[in-house]
């Protein structure tokens, strides 16, 4: 418990970890894990020595705003404590209690920049690792197992056109971008018609600027859109660019695909029985959101799901916190797991 306090206390938005990281390393080695900071500040603790190679990917970034750790009736509130310090700091509580298996070994990663675009840590340890099964430290819930992750495209709008007064005929370059970004969405809408929550196209608008010098009006806007499995990102641009033909130029960038793992593998089945023996029913989760899961799973091609204490709704919100007794149910969890032969 009191590693998962002092790891949040360690404030560490994406691209200042390294305070973080190093607290990490030295409770790590402390509990019994070979600790070590990689080429791109990522911590790494190790148990184990064989063949079978058991990653736990987790993040030890998070989104900015600090909140100051506090323990009050069973939950810890803190910043990171759901996204993503509990199922980093369960990682190593887990590992560092699990009786090895012989030929077995667990590493556990706390990737930077997780919550940033580059994904930075998650893309050094692609090529670094072949893994026999992977776990992602991300909240499911203790009971929950999350076998996906929808992916995402940013999605920008740039135009301009000559000033003029605003009681000028024609419409203004910010009413065009406006109409332009309903267009968008009445597209997802058609596309979506039918489709379950995990296979929609999902728009999201983050930022819409206008500025003028006085002779030239701008418009800006920033968004991205949500993809489901076997989305055709060059249809999706061309669709996006067609709608702003002849006065605005629409492009896609930054495309992480959607990924979603097997349920029929020895992880999956050894995670299930694990949570049963904890005296709860488990239940299977798709996600709407991305993680290092889109980035490594691909590459890695192991079985893999994501799981880890907290309530995922809680994710970057002012309030967040994690339940403490949810927190060390899941590190039982994922002791038992280590404890079970996946390689």
């Given at each position: 418990?009191?590693?998962?306090?002092?790891?949040?206390?360690?404030?560490?938005?994406?691209?200042?970890?390294?305070?973080a990281?190093?607290?990490?390393?030295?409770?790590?080695?402390?509990?019994?894990?070979?600790?070590?900071?990689?080429?791109?500040?990522?911590?790494?603790?190790?148990?184990?020595?064989?063949?079978?190679?058991?990653?736990?990917?987790?993040?030890?970034?998070?989104?900015?705003?600090?909140?100051?750790?506090?323990?009050?009736?069973?939950?810890?509130?803190?910043?990171?404590?759901?996204?993503?310090?509990?199922?980093?700091?369960?990682f190593?509580?887990?590992?560092?209690?699990?009786?090895?298996?012989?030929?077995?070994?667990?590493?556990?990663?706390?990737?930077?920049?997780e919550?940033?675009?580059?994904?930075?840590?998650?893309?050094?340890?692609?090529?670094?690792?072949?893994?026999?099964?992977?776990?992602?430290?991300e909240?499911?819930?203790t009971?929950?197992?999350?076998l996906?992750?929808?992916?995402?495209?940013?999605?920008?709008?740039?135009?301009?056109?000559?000033?003029?007064?605003?009681?000028?005929?024609?419409?203004?370059?910010?009413?065009?971008?406006?109409?332009?970004?309903?267009?968008?969405?009445?597209?997802?809408?058609?596309?979506?018609?039918?489709?379950?929550?995990?296979?929609?196209?999902?728009?999201?608008?983050?930022?819409?600027?206008?500025?003028?010098?006085?002779?030239?009006?701008?418009?800006?806007?920033?968004?991205?859109?949500?993809?489901?499995?076997?989305?055709?990102?060059?249809?999706?641009?061309?669709?996006?660019a067609?709608?702003?033909?002849?006065?605005?130029?629409?492009?896609?960038?930054?495309?992480?695909?959607?990924?979603?793992?097997?349920?029929k593998?020895?992880?999956?089945?050894?995670?299930?029985?694990?949570?049963?023996?904890?005296?709860?029913?488990?239940?299977?989760?798709?996600?709407?959101?991305?993680?290092?899961?889109?980035?490594?799973?691909?590459?890695?091609?192991?079985?893999?799901?994501?799981?880890?204490?907290?309530?995922?709704?809680?994710?970057?919100?002012?309030?967040?916190?994690?339940?403490?007794?949810?927190?060390?149910?899941?590190?039982?969890?994922?002791?038992?797991?280590?404890?079970?032969?996946?390689?």
């Amino acid at each position: 418990m009191a590693l998962l306090r002092d790891l949040c206390g360690a404030y560490s938005p994406s691209g200042e970890e390294a305070e973080a990281v190093a607290l990490l390393a030295e409770r790590a080695a402390a509990a019994g894990l070979s600790t070590s900071i990689d080429g791109a500040g990522n911590f790494i603790g190790e148990r184990g020595n064989g063949p079978a190679t058991v990653v736990l990917l987790g993040h030890i970034d998070t989104v900015e705003g600090f909140i100051s750790p506090t323990i009050a009736d069973g939950r810890l509130q803190a910043r990171g404590a759901v996204d993503a310090k509990g199922p980093l700091a369960a990682f190593v509580a887990a590992t560092s209690r699990a009786v090895i298996p012989e030929g077995v070994k667990v590493v556990v990663i706390g990737a930077v920049e997780e919550e940033a675009a580059s994904s930075k840590g998650a893309r050094y340890v692609c090529n670094r690792y072949a893994p026999t099964a992977t776990i992602i430290g991300e909240p499911s819930g203790t009971s929950g197992i999350t076998l996906g992750y929808k992916g995402r495209v940013g999605l920008t709008l740039v135009a301009q056109q000559p000033h003029a007064h605003t009681a000028a005929e024609g419409r203004s370059i910010a009413a065009l971008a406006a109409a332009w970004w309903t267009r968008v969405e009445e597209y997802c809408d058609r596309r979506n018609h039918n489709h379950r929550t995990f296979d929609r196209l999902d728009p999201h608008l983050a930022e819409f600027h206008t500025s003028t010098d006085g002779f030239t009006d701008r418009v800006d806007v920033r968004g991205s859109l949500r993809l489901p499995p076997e989305a055709d990102v060059d249809e999706l641009h061309r669709r996006v660019a067609e709608l702003a033909a002849n006065w605005g130029d629409a492009s896609l960038s930054g495309h992480l695909p959607a990924f979603r793992s097997d349920r029929k593998t020895k992880l999956v089945g050894a995670m299930i029985r694990a949570i049963r023996e904890d005296s709860r029913e488990p239940t299977f989760k798709l996600k709407t959101g991305t993680s290092d899961m889109n980035v490594v799973g691909p590459v890695w091609q192991c079985p893999i799901v994501a799981y880890g204490p907290g309530d995922s709704r809680l994710d970057h919100a002012p309030d967040e916190h994690i339940v403490l007794d949810e927190y060390l149910a899941a590190v039982r969890v994922l002791t038992r797991t280590i404890v079970s032969r996946l390689g």
